[in-house]
């Protein structure tokens, strides 16, 4: 139960929280992605964490080391993260793991140069989208009983369920770091109401 919290956090940090700073977003995405990544391989829990926290460290300590990339390497890691609950959402058992790869990295490759080329406003929408799968990724763990399709969707309906959640999540992120993160994104103060008459 502690490591399905840990992951559900580490969601709502990146889902609503993301854009606010590069090395949250830089340390959830890559527990995001190393997490996801030990699912995939049907990981145990406790192992799942520890490689999430290892890559969290690990995508961490990279770009400390080339910081003028780290607007490219979040925009990776939250695409790999993003690819990978549309892989989840779009597989089933009769398709090939050769498509799946080639889906998160295309969707890591393509994030990374839209992050690169419109910075915070694609960060915006990528640590929003990439949260909001963590979170269903960590609610499927806290209620497996009821919520396991959120992570694994096996039936048609499952899948059209998990991506209106996810996008309805992720939705609520992206308008919540954006009312929140105004001067972060560039954008102008919002206006004072006009005072009644």
């Known amino acids: 139960m502690t490591a399905a919290l840990v ?9 609503f929280f993301g ?3 590069v090395n949250l977003a830089l340390l959830a995405a890559g527990f995001a992605l ?13 192992t799942a964490l520890w490689v999430a926290l290892g890559s969290a460290l690990l995508v961490w300590l990279v770009v400390s080391l080339v910081f003028r990339f780290a607007t490219f390497v979040v925009g990776l890691a939250t695409g790999a993260v993003v690819g990978a609950k549309l892989w989840a959402a779009l597989h089933d058992s009769g398709t090939s793991a050769l498509l799946g790869v080639v889906v998160v990295t295309t ?6 140069l839209l992050a690169e080329k419109y910075a915070r406003r694609a960060l915006l929408w990528l ?7 963590v979170i269903l990724s960590g609610a ?11 992570a694994h969707p096996d039936e048609g ?16 992120g992206w308008f919540v770091q954006r009312r929140l993160f105004r001067g972060a994104l560039g954008l ?6 006009a005072p009644a008459t």
């Open 157 to 172: 309906w499952q899948q059209t369920a998990m991506l209106v959640v996810w996008i309805a999540v992720a939705g609520t």
């Open 107 to 112: 969707t890591a490759y393509a994030s990374a």
């Open 140 to 150: 499927a763990l806290v209620w497996p009983s009821a919520l396991t399709f959120l």
């Open 7 to 15: 992951v559900l956090l580490v969601g709502v940090l990146l889902c």
């Open 19 to 21: 854009v606010r700073s």
């Open 127 to 133: 640590t929003a989208l990439g949260g909001a799968s």
């Open 188 to 193: 102008p103060p919002r206006p004072e109401p």
């Open 34 to 46: 190393g997490f996801l990544v030990a699912d995939a391989f049907d990981a145990g829990r406790w």
